[in-house]
């Protein structure tokens, strides 16, 4: 079936630092994906997505490049804010079917301190 | 563009009682998701529609759990009767376009069964 699989949390960084999160996937097909993340208290927010292999998503100064070669799709950010901190899911869709059925990681928190 | 609603915001209800969950999904969108969040289990896909059609309900966890698409703008989760392992927060999701369409996410009803 597919998956997702997350690096464990929580990531505590300090505000200006280097962000990785190791996302890879488990499909049957050639998905799409996405990176969605959470604030607390409020629902999940689509960061950005790739739809094919080699393709770079980015939004807000984070990034995460399609690697087909690894299954992976691992967000970087290259400098923290405190305003960064939140939840972060992996996520993929088959490019087939008739709705856009997401399977999600377990999700990764963030923590960026001063 | 009002995103995606859900009402009650917050739910606070006694077990054996039955709980109502509300959403509109974003207007013109034809596919809506329903999610479960918990801390052990993380965020689960319970049932999704397309137009306004039940299209997999593998991830509702039993037969207390029921869902409705009336109609394009309205869709209920219900719970009868509520369990305290039901406490969870529920998020409705809409999309179009499928099958890559980007969910977007409601803010989410925080359920809590005493």
């Known amino acids: 079936g597919n998956s997702v699989t997350q690096m464990e949390g929580p990531v505590t960084l300090s505000e200006e630092a280097f962000l990785t999160i190791n996302c890879t996937y488990t499909a049957t097909g050639y998905p799409s994906l996405f990176w969605y993340v959470q604030y607390p208290g409020e629902g999940l927010q689509l960061l950005l997505k790739a739809t094919k292999a080699d393709d770079k998503g980015s939004n807000k100064g984070f990034e995460a490049t399609y690697r087909k070669e690894t299954t992976s799709f691992h967000l970087e950010k290259g400098s923290v804010q405190v305003s960064d901190s939140a939840v972060y899911f992996c996520a993929l869709t088959l490019n087939t079917g008739t709705a856009s059925k997401l399977t999600f990681g377990t999700g990764t928190r963030l923590q960026v301190t001063l | 563009d009002a995103g995606v609603i859900q009402s009650p915001r917050h739910e606070v209800t006694e077990m054996g009682q039955e709980v109502t969950l509300r959403c509109k999904p974003i207007?013109?969108?034809?596919?809506l998701f329903w999610y479960r969040q918990t801390m052990m289990r993380g965020l689960e896909l319970l049932i999704y529609?397309?137009?306004?059609?039940?299209?997999?309900d593998s991830g509702m966890p039993e037969d207390r759990f029921s869902a409705k698409m009336p109609n394009a703008s309205f869709s209920t989760l219900k719970i009868q009767p509520s369990e305290p392992r039901d406490s969870a927060v529920y998020f409705c999701?809409?999309?179009?376009?499928?099958?890559?369409?980007?969910?977007?996410f409601g803010p989410g009803t925080r359920l809590l069964v005493l």
């Open positions: 999701a809409s999309s179009w376009g499928a099958p890559q369409g980007t969910q977007y």
């Open positions: 529609f397309n137009n306004n059609v039940p299209i997999d």
């Open positions: 207007s013109g969108h034809n596919s």
